[in-house]
């Protein structure tokens, strides 16, 4: 398509809200809309509208708040992205360009980003010589000692460099990697959906890739704990929508583990299936679910599946005391041989208590350690302790400390920025990586669904899942 409009043509400009507003030879029109899309679709009708009244294509700058996107539109309301011209290169030698038909007819979306073509002349050169003929550097000083092949075939020397220097037909895997999906968000996405296949920007590239990291698979189960010192510092929501996040994004396998000793509320918090097992009644069928004769099902009667984020819950007893419950070193050994077993991710919501053999058990079976608070300052004073008494435990406790990762979550939606900010910074010089999960009240009270928090605090927990998964590429 040819832009025959001047050089200025129209304006666009989308804003936060969705609205719009058109420039027409220095004449706004506003476009009363409330999402981008909506606003992206009537920019597109009204310059085809003007194409129509021209008989030209129209050139229209849109600007919104990720960019600036020069387009052609025209009358039957087709969409080009108009990119500057660029000056061919020169045809290498033995080459001939063939003109690019796609300046002068409608593209595609398949041909939007076509480069000039260029075949191999079929004329050879005149300097060349036949292989079978050209003197050989490295030939025999009696001729008669090697065949010499007939007029017109090809030797067995020259079949074998042939050979070796034969390319593959097949697809490798490293190109199926390079082939990048187009854009599927925001002006990027529509142009896409229009038929103008568009790259992804850098934000949905940065997702993308947290998105595969929290979906891989490593050889052999990995175990997560989530640790504070103090009570509500968020550690339980942490468990469940990391947990949520790699199942989602990763596949089934994945277990969250009420480690409490006390009135865990991780079962408050999450669905029940259709009975009351607990991690007490797994340790009185252990001696099955380790044996020979158990069946994947089998652990069923005792975790809780969560159907819309596809995990399963290990719950404590949180209505009992927690002299009533007690669990040892040992029942730890053995549940965390079932959850192994069955699972291969395992997410272990902790308990207060650091000196009780439960919580250090714990840590002894950890990969991945994930330090959980607010905003508060209690919460975060707690958390920087305990990763100072780990330091000092012993090695595997000091490293899992300096590889640590930190989410802070905003509790407080009044909470200064600048507040917020000062313990994202603290948690920053304190461990490997640190996320900042945004206020939402769906995470207030309830059950806990990945899918009912607004998109940027998804985004935060895929961002603080993806942290942790990269956390495994050492551990194996």
């Given at each position: 398509m040819r832009d025959s409009s001047t050089d200025d043509g129209?304006?666009?400009?989308?804003?936060?809200?969705?609205?719009?507003?058109?420039?027409?030879?220095?004449?706004?029109?506003?476009?009363?809309?409330?999402?981008?899309e909506d606003a992206r679709r009537e920019i597109v009708r009204l310059t085809a509208e003007i194409a129509r009244q021209l008989d030209a294509p129209i050139r229209v700058i849109v600007t919104e708040p990720d960019g600036r996107w020069p387009l052609v539109v025209d009358g039957n309301e087709r969409v080009e992205y108009a990119s500057p011209d660029a000056p061919r290169p020169a045809a290498p030698a033995g080459l001939r360009p063939v003109a690019d038909e796609s300046l002068t007819r409608p593209q595609s979306s398949a041909d939007a980003s076509t480069r000039p073509v260029t075949i191999i002349d079929s004329a050879p050169a005149a300097s060349a010589t036949p292989a079978a003929s050209a003197p050989a550097a490295h030939a025999p000083s009696h001729p008669a000692a090697e065949a010499q092949p007939a007029a017109g075939q090809v030797s067995a020397h020259e079949f074998e460099n042939r050979r070796a220097q034969r390319e593959t037909f097949l697809t490798s895997d490293r190109d199926e990697d390079r082939r990048e999906d187009p854009a599927t968000r925001g002006f990027r996405g529509t142009m896409t959906r229009m038929g103008i296949r568009m790259a992804p920007g850098a934000e949905e590239r940065a997702e993308r890739a947290d998105e595969m990291a929290v979906a891989q698979h490593w050889p052999g189960p990995r175990t997560i704990a989530v640790v504070?010192?103090?009570?509500?510092?968020?550690?339980?929501?942490?468990?469940?929508?990391?947990?949520?996040?790699?199942?989602?994004?990763?596949?089934?396998?994945?277990?969250?583990?009420?480690?409490?000793?006390?009135?865990?509320?991780l079962g408050w918090r999450t669905e029940q299936g259709p009975h009351d097992g607990t991690l007490h009644d797994m340790l009185e069928a252990s001696e099955h679910l380790l044996s020979n004769n158990a069946q994947a099902a089998d652990v069923a009667s005792f975790v809780h599946h969560q159907r819309q984020d596809r995990f399963d819950v290990l719950r404590s007893q949180p209505i009992a005391l927690a002299s009533e419950q007690r669990v040892s070193a040992d029942d730890v050994d053995r549940i965390h041989a079932i959850a192994a077993r069955y699972y291969r991710l395992i997410v272990m919501d902790s308990g207060n208590d650091e000196s009780d053999?439960?919580?250090?058990?714990?840590?002894?079976?950890?990969?991945?350690?994930?330090?959980?608070?607010?905003?508060?300052?209690?919460?975060?004073?707690?958390?920087?302790?305990?990763?100072?008494?780990l330091a000092d435990r012993d090695e595997h406790s000091a490293k899992l400390a300096a590889n640590a990762v930190t989410v802070v979550s905003q509790a407080d939606q009044k909470a200064p920025a600048a507040e917020v900010r000062r313990v994202v910074d603290g948690y920053r010089r304190l461990t490997r990586d640190v996320v900042q999960v945004p206020f939402d009240p769906a995470m207030i009270d309830g059950h806990l669904h990945f899918g009912a928090l607004r998109p940027a605090t998804q985004r935060a927990w895929l961002a603080a899942s993806a942290a942790v998964a990269r956390g495994f590429a050492g551990s194996d």
């Open positions: 129209l304006h666009a400009t989308i804003h936060p809200d969705g609205s719009a507003v058109l420039v027409v030879d220095e004449t706004p029109r506003d476009i009363s809309t409330t999402h981008a504070n010192g103090k009570g509500g510092s968020g550690k339980t929501p942490t468990t469940i929508l990391i947990g949520a996040a790699f199942a989602r994004f990763g596949g089934a396998g994945v277990l969250a583990w009420d480690n409490n000793q006390t009135r865990g509320t053999p439960l919580w250090q058990r714990m840590i002894d079976r950890t990969d991945q350690l994930v330090v959980a608070t607010t905003t508060r300052d209690e919460h975060a004073e707690a958390g920087a302790l305990l990763l100072d008494a």
